[in-house]
């Protein structure tokens, strides 16, 4: 088994024996398909540059046009990868707004038609380009999420409030995230890492539930934006001047924000099961006054 090498001037050494294992952001996480075959993407079409200068005028317009369609054909399928990939990633999840890979699919056999008509001219083999780029466009990439997923029996305005409310503590993170690269320190970008972790698993229980919005407003809102705040001053402090104690003060604070959000999460779940076990004593107590019994069963 493989082990991480550390010694008597090692950083964080203690901290590693003391604390144990952190896995950070890294717990649970996938590896995204917005890599690999979506920048061959962006490389397939660039060879039209050099068709594009050795052709005559038509034949310039027509081959930028392909490349600049291709290229945003390119974009939308990455895009389009990302938002199913959120959408996958939750319970309760409206489908995108915008079909991305759909319209990366159209827009593909359009710029290939249009390549396909600077070279070869007609009508025929660009019609032929056009059909078979999107179909296999669609074909390797798939289409966009069409619907709704775990929507049924769900108030739709408390939905869209969760949703919002999500969205924006989301921004605060991503601003976290970004803030702390300045900073310039490894350690602590992993450590904001697993706070969102943290904070993520609250997000996701307040969607799968969204009456919990109420008790979490706080902290999906005014803690986050103070967690945000604070990230981006003590940002530009240690990029000024590297501060051992604004360091750790701030170190203080990010434990001090997680052990509140994985607090606040397991009260959440703890009220869903008293939510739970109320229920199930009413039906069972309904039952009883109709006079319904389980039939008894003999050994």
Do not use: C
């Given at each position: 088994?493989a082990?991480?090498?550390?010694?008597?001037?090692?950083p964080d050494?203690?901290?590693?024996?003391?604390?144990?294992?952190?896995?950070?952001?890294?717990?649970?996480a996938?590896?995204?398909?917005?890599?690999?075959?979506?920048?061959?993407?962006?490389?397939?079409?660039?060879?039209?540059?050099?068709?594009?200068?050795?052709?005559?005028?038509v034949?310039?317009?027509?081959?930028?046009?392909?490349?600049?369609?291709?290229?945003l054909?390119?974009?939308?399928?990455?895009?389009?990868?990302l938002?199913?990939e959120?959408?996958?990633?939750r319970?309760?999840?409206?489908r995108?707004?915008?079909?991305?890979?759909?319209?990366a699919?159209?827009?593909?056999?359009?710029?290939?038609?249009?390549?396909?008509?600077?070279?070869?001219?007609?009508?025929?083999?660009p019609?032929?380009?056009?059909?078979?780029?999107?179909?296999?466009?669609?074909?390797?990439?798939?289409?966009?999420?069409l619907k709704?997923?775990?929507?049924?029996?769900?108030?739709?305005?408390?939905?869209?409030?969760?949703?919002?409310?999500?969205?924006?503590?989301?921004?605060?993170?991503a601003?976290?995230?970004?803030?702390i690269?300045?900073?310039?320190d490894r350690?602590?970008?992993?450590?904001?890492?697993?706070?969102?972790?943290?904070?993520?698993?609250?997000?996701?229980?307040?969607e799968?539930?969204?009456?919990?919005?109420?008790?979490?407003r706080?902290?999906?809102?005014v803690?986050?934006?103070?967690a945000r705040?604070?990230?981006?001053?003590?940002?530009?402090?240690?990029?000024?001047?590297?501060?051992?104690?604004?360091?750790?003060?701030?170190?203080?604070?990010?434990d001090?924000?997680?052990?509140?959000?994985?607090?606040?999460?397991?009260?959440?779940?703890?009220?869903d099961?008293?939510?739970?076990?109320?229920?199930?004593?009413?039906?069972r107590?309904?039952?009883?006054?109709?006079?319904?019994?389980?039939?008894?069963?003999?050994?």
């Amino acid at each position: 088994m493989a082990r991480r090498y550390g010694g008597k001037f090692s950083p964080d050494t203690q901290s590693q024996v003391t604390s144990g294992p952190d896995q950070g952001g890294y717990q649970g996480a996938r590896r995204t398909r917005a890599g690999g075959r979506v920048n061959l993407l962006f490389l397939a079409p660039l060879p039209l540059i050099w068709a594009a200068f050795t052709a005559g005028p038509v034949g310039l317009a027509l081959n930028l046009g392909a490349l600049g369609v291709l290229l945003l054909a390119a974009w939308l399928t990455r895009e389009g990868i990302l938002a199913q990939e959120a959408y996958e990633g939750r319970k309760i999840a409206r489908r995108p707004g915008f079909p991305r890979k759909i319209a990366a699919s159209v827009l593909t056999g359009m710029g290939l038609a249009l390549a396909g008509f600077a070279t070869a001219g007609g009508i025929v083999a660009p019609v032929i380009y056009a059909l078979l780029g999107a179909a296999l466009h669609s074909f390797a990439f798939g289409l966009d999420p069409l619907k709704d997923k775990g929507m049924e029996g769900v108030d739709l305005f408390q939905t869209d409030r969760v949703a919002r409310a999500v969205d924006e503590a989301e921004k605060h993170l991503a601003v976290m995230t970004d803030a702390i690269k300045r900073a310039g320190d490894r350690q602590l970008e992993a450590r904001v890492e697993r706070f969102a972790a943290t904070a993520r698993k609250l997000f996701r229980t307040v969607e799968e539930d969204p009456r919990d919005l109420t008790a979490a407003r706080k902290y999906l809102s005014v803690y986050l934006m103070g967690a945000r705040d604070a990230t981006v001053k003590f940002a530009d402090i240690n990029a000024r001047n590297r501060d051992s104690g604004a360091k750790g003060d701030y170190t203080a604070l990010l434990d001090d924000l997680e052990g509140n959000f994985a607090a606040r999460t397991e009260a959440l779940l703890r009220d869903d099961r008293v939510d739970l076990d109320i229920e199930i004593e009413v039906l069972r107590a309904r039952l009883q006054r109709e006079g319904i019994r389980p039939p008894i069963t003999s050994e």
